[in-house]
């Protein structure tokens, strides 16, 4: 007697159960499924097929019925498994297997066939965490500790590589289990920096996944640093990278100042780039040191470079140099600016006449009235001041009427300007 039975697999993938169950009734000669047989009953006729059944879970067994595991129930009460299992045919989605029927059918009868399938020979798998797909950056010092999950079925064999050779045992150790390999250091060194291979091989089959570390520590100092020039409020340095940056690339220099009075340092530039600087803003009278820090991703360097000379803010002599000036001459003979005006006075009230002279040196003034010179008459007073000529007549009457005359004389000349002057008398009502 064969019982045969068609299961489909699905496609290969690792994210997959690793076997799979269909439940396959017994069958009839015809095709359809058989009554169970009671106990001493014939079994049923061989060389049936049974119709291809779809994939499915593992049915949960019928709380009611007795099972194999049940220590209450003879071993006699259950079947036997089925004999002479065989694979009849294998296309790109099923696959064909008969088998016969098992020799002890047990109390109840025959309930039916579980088919399990269990795929093997398939690709292993790799899954890196994320933080360790770039470089996987450590401090000497610090433990190195790569969790690298794989998937397999059977369990694959794993292997690890540094820079394409294998592992130095005294220093790296490796834990592999079922599911993931764990690289472990306990204090890395920058030796340790590199790419660690993973490879995980299954029958032929294989995956590799490669992480790059590189351990870092603090740069040295610059190499050496040196006092270009001072002037004014300023100093110019200059410094030689570090011969060591930590096995890592510089973020920079940190540049440091110190009075010699109070011996306290003060930054004046972080992550600075260059190699030379110019540090302003010094105060008179002090006298400076300057440092330079390296800087990577550990921090600043354990040490600076240090100036050995001191740079001496002195105050600078101001020398005078007067320019050649040629004193100009205002010497001018005299001028009217403003000339006199003739004017109409009334009897018994004071009248001033007045001009505008401009003369180097100061001109002497003469009045006269009609070409006579009223110098020290009382009736009269003569003013002069910053070039403003006035004649003062007192409380004059139709006699003082006339032609005035205002002379200008210096050593370089002399000038004259005049006008008439009318004292009318009242009119009579």
């Known amino acids: 007697m064969t019982e045969q039975a068609t299961s489909e697999v699905p496609a290969c993938g690792l994210e997959e159960t690793t076997s799979e169950s269909a439940r396959v009734p017994p069958t009839g000669p015809s095709g359809d499924t058989a009554a169970p047989q009671a106990p001493g009953g014939k079994q049923a006729p061989g060389g049936e097929r049974a119709s291809e059944p779809q994939e499915s879970a593992p049915q949960p067994p019928d709380p009611a019925a007795p099972t194999a595991t049940d220590p209450a129930l003879p071993r006699e009460d259950f079947p036997s498994a089925p004999l002479l299992l065989a694979v009849e045919d294998v296309s790109e989605s099923s696959v064909t297997v008969s088998w016969e029927p098992p020799e002890r059918l047990g109390r109840l009868g025959l309930q039916g066939y579980v088919l399990e399938l269990r ?28 969790q690298i999950p794989f998937q397999g079925n059977p369990r694959p064999q794993a292997l690890w590589t540094h820079n394409g050779h294998a592992l130095d045992s005294q220093r790296v150790s490796v834990r592999t289990g079922d599911q993931d390999s764990i690289l472990f250091i306990r204090s890395a060194q920058r030796s340790d920096s590199g790419c660690y291979e993973l490879t995980v091989q299954l029958k032929g089959l294989e995956a590799k996944a490669a992480i790059n570390i590189l351990v870092i520590e603090k740069p040295g100092p610059p190499s ?20 060591d940056t930590g096995n890592t690339e510089l973020l920079g220099y940190t540049v440091q ?25 010094l105060i008179v009278g002090n006298s400076y040191s300057f440092r330079v820090f390296s800087e990577n991703l550990c921090g600043l360097s354990a040490s600076a470079a240090v100036t050995k000379e001191l740079a001496h803010i002195v105050k600078t002599d101001v020398v005078a140099k007067p320019k050649s000036f040629v004193e100009r001459d205002f010497s001018e003979a005299p001028s009217f600016t403003q000339p006199l005006a003739d004017h109409t006075s009334t009897p018994g009230y004071s009248t001033q006449l007045s001009c505008s002279v401009r003369a180097s040196p100061k001109p002497k003034i003469i009045w006269m009235k009609n070409k006579m010179d009223i110098q020290g008459d009382p009736k009269y007073r003569a003013l002069s001041e910053q070039g403003v000529c006035t004649l003062e007549i007192r409380k004059p009457s139709p006699f003082d009427s006339g032609v005035y005359t205002c002379k200008a004389i210096n050593v370089l000349g002399e000038a004259s300007v005049d006008c008439r002057l009318e004292v009318k008398a009242s009119a009579t009502h």
């Not at 795929?119 to 190195?144: D, F, M, N």
């Not at 100042?257 to 803003?281: I, M, N, Q």
Request: charged residues 25%.
């Open 119 to 146: 795929r093997e020979g398939e690709a292993p798998k790799i899954r890196v965490p994320r933080h360790l797909r770039q470089t996987y950056i450590r401090q000497v010092g610090e433990s190195i500790n790569l």
């Open 224 to 243: 050496s640093i040196r006092l270009l020039d001072v002037w004014s409020c300023n100093a110019a340095l200059e410094w030689t990278p570090p011969q």
């Open 257 to 281: 100042k110190a009075d010699k009075k109070t011996g306290r340092w003060f930054t004046v530039l972080e992550r600075y780039h260059p190699t030379t600087c110019t540090v302003s803003d």
